[in-house]
C-alpha cells in the first residue's frame, strides 16, 4: 500500500536488524550511549538561560527515545531467544539502566528547568499533551526523591539498583527451575486422557532432545494439559508439585533455584524506599501513579467483590467435590484435583471441551478474524509483511492502515512456546509515536508475544479457545499502543497510562471473543471450513460463566496477597509473606493449596514486572472494560460510530489526560461494578 499526501510527514524508522546483534557489542554502546545523553543533559542545561519544548523537553526526549530503540531488542531477545551470553549482557546493563533513571530523577538542574516551564508563560500554549508530559514529569522527579537530602539520594540510588538486580534474579530463578525440571514417560499408558495434540507435543519435546517417550516439562502448554486432563492423579500430583515449588525450598529442586531471600529482600527495599519518599510503606507509593486514591479504596474493592463471589464460590467448589466423590470416590479435592474434575464436570455438563474447539481455531482463520473484528470496528486494513529481519523463523510482521491508506503503525507476532522464551503472553513497544526534532513522525511498531502450542508436523497451528482470548487481550494492548494520535512519547499510546488503567483495552477486545456475530468471522474448521456450528457455541456460551466465581476469588486472593503484603510490611519482621497469605487465603480462598505450594516463589507479576502493590489493577480495569462493552451491547457490537467514539476517547488519547476523564468522555459517567458482575453470571 502506498502512502499518500496527507502521511507524507510519516516516517518508519530503521526497525532493529535482530539477527545482526552482537552480544559483544551490547554493554560498550548502552555505555556509550548513556554517556552521551548524560552529556546532553549538562550541555543543554548550561547552554540555554531560558527552557522551553523546542530547544529542552522534546530534545532531551529523542536522546532517550534513541537509548530506548537500542535497549528494546536487547531485552526482547532476551525474554523470548535467551541464551547465556545475551542474559549476562542484559544483566549486566541493567545497573547501567538504574543509574542512569536516578541521575535523571535527582537532577536539581533538570528538575528546575521543568519547573520553570511549568511556571513559564510558554506553559498555557502547549497542547494539553504537552502538559501532561511537564505535569508528569514534576511528579515523577518527587517520586525519585529530588528532594531529599544527599546522604539519602545516595541510599535511594543504591535501593534503585539492587531492586532492578533483584528482580531480575527472580525471574532468573523462575526460569531456570522452570528448565530445571522434566519427566520422561515412556509408556503412553501414563498419559491417558491427554488430549492427542498434547501428547504429540510432549513426543516431540523428546525426539528434541533425541530420547524416545514423552517429554513432560514446567512449560505451560505441557503443564496445563496434564492438570486439566490427566487420569492419572499421582502424575497430576508430581507435576503439581514440581510446578508450584519453582525457584522455592520446596518440591524436586528444593533450594536450587530459590527466590525466599530475594523475595525477604525486595520487600524491604520496597519498604526502606516507600519511607525515604515520605510514604508510610510501598502501597501508598505504587497508588501515587495509579487511578486509584487510597489503600482503603483498593482493599475494599477488592474485598466488596470477594464477598460478592465468595457464597457462589464454594457452591461451585462443593459441586465439583460432589462429581469427583461420585466419579472416583474422592472424599477431598487437592489443589491438583480441581482443574481436571472442573473439566470433566463441564464436559459432561456441556459436552464441550478445548480439544472440541480446537479445530474451528486453525491460526489463520483466527488471526485473519481478529483483523476483521478490529476493521469493522475502527476501520484498519492489516497487511503482512515478508521481507523483514527477525529473531526467529515462526515470527509473523503487519502494518496497520487506516481507511485512508495512512500507515498507522506495524508489529511482530511471535506466537509459539519454545524453549529459551519466556512464558506467558505479552506486549511490548518497540518504537513509539512520536514527532521528531526534525518534523517527522515515527510510527509505533509492537511486539505481540505469546506461548500457543506450535504446529505439529505439518498441519496449521489449532488453538483453544482460551488462547484466542489472550491473542485478542494482546492485541487490544497492541492497538491501544499503535492507534494513539498522541506525538510525545511518554504520554503516547500506553505510556503515561496507570497501571490500573492500562488493561482497559485488552480485557475489553477479548469480549469479541463471546459474541456470536465476531465468532462467526474468527472460526472455520481446519478441515471443512464451517464456522463454529450453532450448538456448539450455544454450549460455549453456557460455559462461559462455569465457575466464574471460583476464578474470580482466586484473582482477589492474588491481588489481596500482593497489595496487603506490600501495605502491610513491617521492618524486620520475619514471616510475613506467610503470615500475610495464610491470613488472605482464610478469607478468601475456598480450595485450601497444600502447605509445599510456594506459588508466591514464581509469581513474577509482583516479584520480577512492575505489578507490586498493583496486581489488583487487572479486576481494577476489568470493571472499566466490562463498563465500557456495555455500551457497545447496548448500541449493538460492530456498530461503527461506538467504535469510533472509543478509538477517540480513549485509544487514541493515550495517557494523554486521567483515565477517569476518557472514561467519562466515553461513557459519559463514572464506572461501576454492574456490568462485569453481570458478565461474569455472579448474582
Ligand atoms: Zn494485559
Redesign the pocket.
Known sequence: MTETNNCALNKTDALPLFSDIQVEHIVPLVTETIKKNRDLVEKLLSENSTFNWDNFVNILDESDDHLGKLWSPVSHMNAVVSNDELREAHDTCLPLFAEYGTFIGQHQGLYQAYLSIKEGDEFNTLKAEQQKVITDALRDFKLAGIALSDDKKQRYGEIKQQLASLQSQFSNNVMDATLAWSKLVTDVNELAGLPESAIAAAKQAATEKEKQGYLLTLEFPSYLPVMTYAKNRALREEVYAAFSTRASDQGPNAGEFDNSEVIDQLLALRHEISQLLDFNNYAEYSLATKMAESPDQVINFLTDLSEQSHQQAMGERDEVLAFANSMDNLEQLQAWDLSYYSELLKQQRYTISDEELRPYFPENKVVDGLFSVVDRLFGLVIQEQFDFNTWHKDVRFFHIYDKNECHLGSFYLDLYAREFKRGGAWMNDCRVRRRQVDGSLQLPVAYLTCNFNKPVGNSSALFTHNEVVTLF??FG?GIHHMLTKIESSSVSGINGVPWDAV?LP?QFLENWCWEPEALALISGHVETGDTLPAELLEKMLAAKNYNSALMMVRQLEFSLFDFVLHHQYEAGKAGQVESVLTAIREKVAVIKPPNFNRFQHSFSHIFAGGYAAGYYSYKWAEVLSADAFSRFEEDGIFNAETGKAFLEAILEKGGSDTPMTLFKSFMGREPNTDALLRHCGIK
Do not use: A, L, N
Open positions: 487481550h494482546e494492548h488493561e485488552s
